[in-house]
């Protein structure tokens, strides 16, 4: 007697498992193939972000501010390579590691050489640094009468709010009775280009290009006036930036929740997830200053002139009054000698992919 033939699902199940095995692979190499032709995304990072920072995707951007108060910003198109930017200015526990690490003295810190003050004093010579002091005046009034007598070649004393403070540093930014005690994640401010650029070469950084920085700025948005977009500060009373509100330099108010420097990230990101690029602390770049620059520089990754007697600083500070200086708004630009110190500067730092921009530990120009 013949054997039962067996049912013919019986039969089926092995096939269908070799079949299901074989579908499986074939979507797997067909996924492969897509993924392996798929065209990279321009804007993604070339490798891992390194802690504490943000890639900053290439590309074109408008750069400028017509309307600038010294008319040094025409507005013109650029182009920068993708870089990492530091998520927040460098904070005092950042600073202190750096210190510490080193031996570092800021120059804030050090005692003035006789052959850079002569006629001074020896006993003036000591360590100082600029500290903001509220004073009744008209601030645009008080500018116009010290340009007068600047172009009468007569002497000229700095702003009135601006004191020489002896003992203020890093370490006591309101001056020798001062501390950062429990402000390590506050801006280190008393910070000179010198001091910014020795740091930034300690941690494998560099200091941005002024067309870095304000393409990081604008956080990805195209001729807005703000980092943030389009409402200016206290618009339905909402602040996105520590800036000055009160009649400069007389009275300070505050309504943006402080009277001074903030602690990083106390306000919001902008596109790119950078915080403070407006307000606070001014920021450091690479570039020696033109006011001509922008008429010659060119189109792609500009670092800047070859030589100057200043460096640009970028980003305003917690100082920045609308009725008189808007210089934190992202096209606007300012300067300072490179050993210049005061409470309201500071920095960040940038990297660029390896193989590619500027160096690591490189400044610029």
């Not at 007598?149 to 000229?156: F, G, M, S, T």
């Not at 930014?173 to 001062?178: A, D, H, K, L």
């Not at 009160?246 to 596109?271: Q, Y």
């Not at 070859?306 to 300067?335: F, I, M, W």
Request: proline share 9%; aromatic share 12%; hydrophobic share 35%.
């Amino acid at each position: 007697m013949s054997r039962p033939s067996p049912a013919p699902e019986s039969r089926s199940r092995p096939a269908l498992w070799l079949a299901a095995v074989a579908g499986a692979l074939a979507i797997a190499g067909l996924a492969f193939v897509y993924l392996q032709s798929k065209p990279a995304d321009p804007n993604a990072p070339p490798g891992p972000t390194p802690e504490g920072m943000v890639w900053i995707p290439g590309g074109s951007f408008t750069m400028g501010y017509d309307a600038s108060p010294d008319r040094d910003a025409p507005t013109h198109t650029v182009e920068v390579d993708g870089f990492w930017m530091d998520a927040t200015e460098v904070t005092n526990a950042q600073f202190r590691q750096f210190v510490e690490a080193t031996g570092y003295v800021t120059t804030a810190e050090r005692k003035p050489r006789a052959e850079d003050f002569p006629g001074a004093n020896p006993a003036d010579l000591v360590p100082f640094s600029a500290v903001f002091r509220c004073f009744e005046c008209d601030a645009k009034e008080c500018d116009r009468l010290r340009t007068e007598k600047l172009n009468r070649n007569e002497p000229a004393p700095g702003p009135e709010w601006w004191a020489k403070s002896v003992g203020a540093s890093w370490r006591k930014p309101e001056g020798e009775v001062s501390s950062i005690d429990g402000k390590d994640q506050y801006p280190a401010v008393h910070i000179s280009w010198e001091d910014a650029a020795a740091y930034a070469k300690w941690a494998g950084k560099r200091l941005p290009t002024e067309a870095e920085w304000e393409r990081a700025a604008r956080g990805g948005l195209e001729r807005a006036q703000y980092a943030w977009g389009h409402d200016a500060q206290g618009k339905d009373g909402r602040y996105f930036a520590n800036t000055y509100q009160g009649r400069f330099p007389a009275t300070v108010e505050g309504r943006d929740g402080f009277k001074g420097l903030a602690p990083v990230k106390s306000f919001p990101a902008n596109g790119f997830g950078l915080y403070d690029m407006s307000g606070n602390a001014w920021e450091w770049c690479a570039d020696w200053y033109d006011r001509n620059y922008y008429g010659y520089a060119p189109k792609r990754n500009p670092t800047g002139p070859a030589n100057g007697e200043e460096r640009v600083r970028r980003g305003g500070s917690y100082l920045c009054a609308d009725e008189y200086c808007r210089r934190y708004l992202p096209g606007t630009r300012d300067k300072g000698a490179p050993e210049d110190s005061a409470c309201h500067t500071g920095f960040r730092c940038v990297k660029s992919p390896e193989g590619t921009g500027i160096a690591a530990g490189g400044t610029g120009p």
